[in-house]
């Protein structure tokens, strides 16, 4: 499905089904087997309980069609920030984005300090969701191998390949 240039919705739901919170739009600069790859500018976000807000800063977002990660790329005064959402592999529905946040999250600041984020909530969401051994293997593995690809600048920790996503989404804004 050619989605490049394509203006699509995220949607974020937890392990019941229930939405958690969503993005109006992102524009698609990249759609392979692996990765759906979106870029956005003053996103307008809607959380579960209705409140509305806009993200301050333009990000370009990488989410894994195979691997229990997305990764939030936010451009800030002192450097690309990466912000790694543990969430089930994404599906794309119709002009929809969508997957499931398991809550464990892991930061990646401009100075290369990295910080595993949310562990309590979690915890809690494990007990109250109901997480299986299996599924409660699969996350834990994955916040230990996306910290490792931090430390190693792997992509998508990589500033080169992020700053050519926002060009290529700024090429499309000036065009379009």
């Known amino acids: 499905m050619h989605l490049e240039g394509k203006w699509l919705a995220i949607q974020s739901y937890k392990h019941d089904g229930s939405i958690h919170r969503w993005w109006d739009r ?4 990249e759609n392979n087997d692996d990765f759906i790859v979106v870029a956005t500018k003053k996103a307008k976000v809607t959380e579960s309980n209705g409140r509305r807000w806009y993200t301050r800063e333009p990000a370009v977002t990488i989410f894994s069609k195979k ?3 997305n990764v939030i790329c936010m451009f800030k ?3 690309i920030c990466y912000y790694c959402n543990i969430a089930s592999p994404t599906i794309i529905d119709k002009s929809y984005i969508k997957y499931i946040d398991y809550d464990l999250d892991a930061k990646l600041f401009p100075d290369g300090s990295i910080r595993v984020l949310d562990e309590k909530e979690y ?5 109250s969701f109901g997480y299986g051994d299996d599924l409660d293997t699969v996350l834990h593995y994955q916040i230990q191998q996306i910290v490792e690809m931090m430390k190693e600048r792997k992509y998508p920790f990589d500033d080169k390949r992020i700053n050519e996503y926002y060009s290529d989404f700024l090429e499309r804004l000036n065009n379009g």
Do not use: A
């Open 67 to 69: 691997e229990w990660w």
């Open 123 to 127: 915890d809690n969401h494990k007990k």
């Open 77 to 79: 005064r002192e450097g």
């Open 26 to 29: 992102g524009l698609v600069v």
